[in-house]
């Protein structure tokens, strides 16, 4: 079975500064995928950043990067230079080709709000 | 473009109502996912279709009855639903349905749906 954890219910963050936000996995598939998603109160599931676990080097797209950890199972996200757009809930998530879920499997989420 | 759209974005019905959901996309994707989300929860898997076949049915009531009539587009028939189906529907697609090798999901807006 696949289980995603994210520990920060809610994070606060200065406009301008960078923030981390925490995800950990378990997993006993060798292959699989993780994925940051962003949800603004809006509703719709935007895509950030992917990270595989064969990847040698860390995902970045923008101003998102991935700190992939693969012996301590963690994939934390990292916004550099939060801007108030920022302020959404975003969950991780991961998927694998072995179990026969090739679906996501989400982590509890982290809110977080960017003050200005 | 990775534009996935639904409609209706708010639905208020009875428990009587027959309506559906529905969700189109025109990137190729071969996968398809219904999720449902609960409010301050992580959405779930409900369905998926692969190749316009369904695939995978997370155990979901009858009252919940999917289609795919082609590769572009996904229905969600509602029947005889109940207070506590109340929650946030989205749509999904994705190249092909294969998680660990980074197939993304791309989310539509959802629709937002209250049984009364």
């Known amino acids: 079975a696949q289980k995603i954890t994210q520990t920060q219910p809610g994070m606060f963050v200065q406009e301008k500064e960078a923030v981390t936000l925490d995800c950990t996995y378990d997993t006993s598939d060798p292959s699989y995928g993780l994925f940051w998603y962003k949800q603004p109160s809006s509703g719709e599931m935007i895509f950030l950043i992917y990270?595989?676990?064969?990847?040698?080097q860390n995902a970045t797209e923008g101003r998102y990067s991935l700190n992939f950890q693969k012996a301590r199972k963690s994939a934390n996200l990292v916004i550099s230079a939060s801007q108030l757009g920022d302020s959404a809930m975003y969950f991780c998530a991961m998927s694998s080709d072995y179990t026969g879920r090739r679906a996501l499997t989400f982590g509890s989420g982290t809110r977080l709000q960017v003050q200005p | 473009d990775t534009e996935v759209t639904q409609t209706p974005k708010h639905l208020v019905m009875g428990m009587t109502n027959k309506k559906s959901l529905k969700c189109e996309q025109h990137m190729g994707h071969r996968a398809m996912y219904w999720y449902k989300q609960k409010a301050k929860k992580p959405p779930e898997l409900m369905f998926v279709?692969?190749?316009?076949?369904?695939?995978i049915n997370e155990s979901v009531p009858s009252r919940f009855s999917p289609e795919c009539p082609n590769s572009s587009l996904l229905n969600l028939h509602l029947h005889a639903l109940q207070p506590e189906d109340s929650a946030l529907y989205l749509c999904?697609?994705?190249?092909?349905?294969?998680?660990?090798?980074?197939?993304?999901?791309?989310f539509g807006p959802g629709t937002r749906l209250l049984v009364l």
């Open positions: 990270q595989g676990s064969y990847d040698q």
């Open positions: 999904a697609s994705s190249q092909d349905w294969a998680g660990a090798s980074g197939e993304t999901q791309y």
């Open positions: 279709y692969s190749y316009e076949k369904l695939s």
